[in-house]
């Protein structure tokens, strides 16, 4: 934390979901044609005594994603972050092809192209999984990585592979004794190996009736609980994905004390939570049969009534995650356990 942007300022009028701090992307989510994306100026903090260029609060062309330098207050760490203000919403084709490698840490990060932008929409546990990864990591020492064996590949040249990992020394002392394989629409928020958040969905505007798309599910041998002890189950995957209505979330978490005016969803209420308008989810979760990889079409079952003119302006937010164990949020899982997805695609009215 010396050459950091911390934290976005911008009019809740004029965004559709809080502002995402990846580790060198911030996309904003803004209300279409309620701004000039070509001179706007874009307030935002940083690190104590760092600077950036251009500086915060600078008119700038958001019509293209703006690159900030930031140095920190001693001259010795520089970090760029790309920031991309964006008027569109999430697209409905995945097929992994796009993906790159963070520069110190190797693991591997998935983004989209959004009205020719590319934005990181995915996120996964592997900057969380860095903390444990030792000091030399690899590609493949991550839970979440890319694959371009054929035989797991439906579309294109490369496919999201999902295994889920030990942890190590280090998360055994902390009770997270495994980190699951995993990818989903929205960001992760790392603090330390003790405080990792998942923030669930972003802004969509249009109905979903399917999830369809293409996987292969292997489970390890021996599923174990938080506290290293063997649990007598078959592990299990998770694909599912949900439709919630964003703005009643934010109206409800108004006076919520850590996180008011939240605009995603997490691990203890993604499933649950009484905004959900509509999930779709895979019901057997068990290894997949045979050696290649299998299409599964999951419908949405809206559990509330959507509202057209709410679709249109983009109260609306999806979610769609994928795990290589069920349990993975509490720590309960296989090492070894593996999910492989390909062309996913989210089938609208």
């Excluded at 209300?31 to 690190?47: H, I, M, R, S, V």
């Excluded at 192209?113 to 999984?129: K, Y």
């Excluded at 798309?213 to 994905?241: F, H, M, R």
């Excluded at 209420?269 to 299998?294: E, F, N, R, W, Y």
Aim: with cysteine; glycine share 6%; net charge negative.
């Amino acid at each position: 934390m010396e050459a950091d942007i911390t934290a976005v300022h911008i009019a809740d009028s004029l965004i559709n979901a809080q502002p995402i701090i990846n580790n060198r992307n911030i996309v904003v989510y803004v209300k279409p044609g309620t701004l000039n994306l070509q001179e706007f100026a874009l307030d935002f903090d940083l690190t104590a005594g760092a600077t950036s260029v251009p500086a915060a609060g600078s008119v700038q062309d958001f019509s293209v994603p703006v690159t900030y330098e930031v140095t920190s207050e001693d001259g010795q760490y520089k970090k760029q972050y790309t920031v991309t203000l964006l008027e569109s919403s999430v697209p409905e084709n995945f097929d992994f092809e796009l993906f790159g490698q963070d520069e110190k840490r190797q693991w591997v990060y998935f983004y989209e192209e959004v009205a020719g932008i590319p934005q990181n929409l995915w996120a996964s546990g592997n900057s969380g999984f860095a903390l444990t990864a030792g000091s030399n990591p690899t590609n493949a020492t991550y839970p979440t990585q890319v694959t371009d064996l054929q035989q797991y590949v439906t579309s294109g040249k490369h496919a999201a592979y999902l295994e889920t990992k030990s942890t190590g020394f280090l998360g055994a002392l902390v009770k997270k004794p495994i980190a699951a394989g995993n990818l989903f629409i929205g960001s992760m928020f790392t603090k330390s190996i003790v405080d990792i958040q998942t923030r669930f969905g972003l802004p969509f505007n249009k109905v979903p009736v399917s999830l369809t798309g293409y996987y292969l599910y292997a489970p390890g041998s021996k599923v174990i609980d938080k506290d290293g002890n063997t649990v007598n189950v078959q592990d299990e995957c998770d694909i599912y994905a949900v439709l919630f209505d964003r703005v009643a979330l934010m109206e409800a978490t108004a006076k919520d004390e850590e996180y008011p005016n939240r605009t995603w969803l997490d691990d203890k209420d993604v499933l649950t939570s009484p905004h959900i308008i509509a999930l779709a989810q895979l019901k057997d979760a068990g290894p997949t049969t045979g050696t290649g990889m299998q299409k599964f079409e999951l419908p949405f079952v809206f559990k509330r009534e959507y509202k057209q003119a709410d679709v249109d302006a983009y109260r609306y937010s999806i979610a769609i995650v994928l795990s290589s164990s069920k349990h993975g949020a509490i720590f309960q899982g296989a090492v070894g356990s593996k999910l492989v997805v390909d062309q996913l695609k989210i089938n609208v009215k």
